[in-house]
C-alpha cells in the first residue's frame, strides 16, 4: 500500500505531474536522458579528457532538451498545417548550399549565417516524412501509380541534393525517412518489388556518374580492408582491434587503447562505438543496444497508439529513421556496411544532429500527449 504521506513518493509524484504538464513522454524522456549521460561519459573518454569538448556536448545537448520540450507542446495539427511550407523551405535551403554553401573536409554542406553554422540537410530528415505524411492524406492515403510517382520526386529531391553536397550517409537516412513512410502507409509488396528492381537498375548510374571516387573507394573497402591498410582500410581496421581488444567484460571506463594513443580516427564522431566496446567489451554493447530498443520500441508504441493516420505514419517515420541511425553507424564501424559518415545517435559528439535527433523525439512527445487531435 502507497503512503501518500511519504516524501519520496510525494516528491516522484511531484516531478511525474511536471513532465506531464510540460507534455513529456515519460518513459522516453527517461531512456534519452540516460542515453546523453552515457555521451557524456564515454566522450570524456574518447576525446581524451577534453573538457572543453565535453562543454560543448552539454551545451548542445541542453539546447537540444529544450527544443525536444517546445516542440512537445506543438499541437499535431500545426505540424500537419506546416508540412509543405518547410518541406519547401528546406528544398531551397538545400539549394542554397549547393550555391553558397560553405565548404569543410572537402563537403558543401553549410551555410553560414555569421553567428552560427546551419546544415540544412539535417532539417530534411524531419521534414521529408511530414511531407508524405501531409500529401497521402491530403489523397486519404491511396498509394496507386500516380500518388507514388509524386511520393517518390518528394523523396528523390532532396536525396539527390544531399548527395550532391556529396553527403551519402545523411542522403541515405533522408531516403529511409521518406520510404518508411510509404511502407507504414501500407505500400503493396508488388509496388515493394517493382521500387526494389528500379532502384537496382539505378545503380550502375549511381555507381559511374553520381557517386565520387572517395565513395567508391570507401565500398571497396568494405570487402578487402586489409588491401590498403595505411589508407582507405586504416579507420574500419583500427576500428575492428578497437572491438575485439574489448572481450566481454571490456578494459574500463578510460581504458580506451585505440582511442587514448589516437589510433582510431573520428573516435569522438562516427567511431565512437568502437570505444564504447573497447572499454566495456561485449556486455556493455548488449545494454546499450537494449537501451536503444528500448526507445524505438517506445517510439513505435506511440506511432501504434496514435489517434490518426497522419499522426501514425509521422511517428512511425522518425522512429524507423532513428533505428537507420543505429544500424548504419554500428554497421560501418563492425565492418559490415561502407563508411558514410552516420555518427552514433545521442552519444556521438555533434550539435545539428543532436539537435535535429531531440527534435523528432519532441514530435513523438506531440503526438502521443495531444491525443484529443483527430485527422479526418
Known amino acids: 500500500m502507497k503512503s501518500y504521506n511519504n516524501p519520496q513518493f510525494d516528491s516522484a509524484s511531484l516531478i511525474g505531474n511536471i513532465l506531464r504538464k510540460l507534455h513529456i513522454d515519460i518513459p522516453l524522456f527517461i531512456a534519452l536522458s540516460f542515453s546523453c549521460l552515457l555521451s ?14 565535453l562543454t560543448r556536448q552539454i551545451v548542445r545537448i541542453v539546447l537540444a532538451f529544450g527544443l525536444m520540450i517546445g516542440l512537445a507542446h506543438v499541437n499535431p495539427e500545426q505540424f500537419k498545417r506546416y508540412s509543405s511550407f ?3 523551405t528546406g528544398i531551397v535551403l538545400l539549394i542554397a548550399v549547393l550555391v553558397v554553401g560553405e565548404i569543410g573536409k572537402g563537403a558543401q554542406r553549410w551555410l553560414d549565417l555569421g553567428f552560427f553554422r546551419f546544415q540544412p540537410s539535417e532539417m530534411i530528415k524531419i521534414t521529408t516524412p511530414m511531407m508524405l505524411a501531409w500529401y497521402l492524406s491530403k489523397h486519404h492515403f491511396e498509394l496507386k501509380w500516380k500518388q507514388l510517382l509524386v511520393a517518390a520526386g518528394l523523396i528523390l529531391t532532396p536525396t539527390l541534393l544531399i548527395a550532391k553536397q556529396p553527403d551519402l550517409g545523411t542522403s541515405l537516412l533522408v531516403a529511409s525517412s521518406g520510404g518508411a513512410v510509404l511502407f507504414f502507409a501500407g505500400l503493396s509488396w508488388r509496388f515493394i518489388i517493382a521500387i526494389g528492381a528500379l532502384i537496382a537498375a539505378f545503380i550502375p548510374v549511381l555507381w559511374f556518374y553520381l557517386m565520387h571516387d572517395y565513395q567508391r573507394g570507401r565500398v571497396l573497402t568494405l570487402f578487402n580492408p586489409e588491401a590498403d591498410p595505411m589508407g582507405r582500410g586504416y579507420h574500419i581496421i583500427q576500428s575492428k582491434i578497437a572491438i575485439g581488444s574489448g572481450g566481454v567484460s571490456g578494459k574500463g571506463w578510460l581504458g580506451s587503447t585505440q582511442a587514448q594513443l589516437n589510433y582510431l580516427p573520428e573516435s569522438s564522431t562516427d567511431f565512437i562505438f568502437a570505444v564504447f566496446a573497447e572499454e566495456f567489451g561485449l556486455l556493455g554493447c548488449i545494454a546499450l543496444l537494449v537501451l536503444y530498443l528500448l526507445i524505438i520500441g517506445r517510439g513505435l508504441y506511440i506511432a501504434v497508439q496514435a489517434k490518426n493516420t497522419y499522426s501514425r505514419l509521422l511517428a512511425g ?3 524507423f529513421t532513428f533505428f537507420v541511425y543505429v544500424f548504419v553507424n554500428i554497421g560501418m564501424v563492425i565492418g559490415i556496411l561502407p563508411v558514410v559518415g552516420v555518427p552514433l545517435p545521442l552519444i556521438s559528439y555533434g550539435g545539428t544532429s543532436m539537435v535535429t535527433l531531440l527534435g523528432s523525439f519532441g514530435i513523438l512527445m506531440s503526438i502521443h500527449t495531444h491525443k484529443k487531435f483527430l485527422v479526418h
Do not use: C, D, K, P
Not at 40 to 53: H, W
Open 40 to 53: 557524456f561519459i564515454i566522450l570524456y573518454s574518447a576525446s581524451g579528457q577534453n573538457m572543453e569538448v
Open 86 to 88: 518547410l518541406y519547401g
Open 317 to 319: 517515420s522518425l522512429t
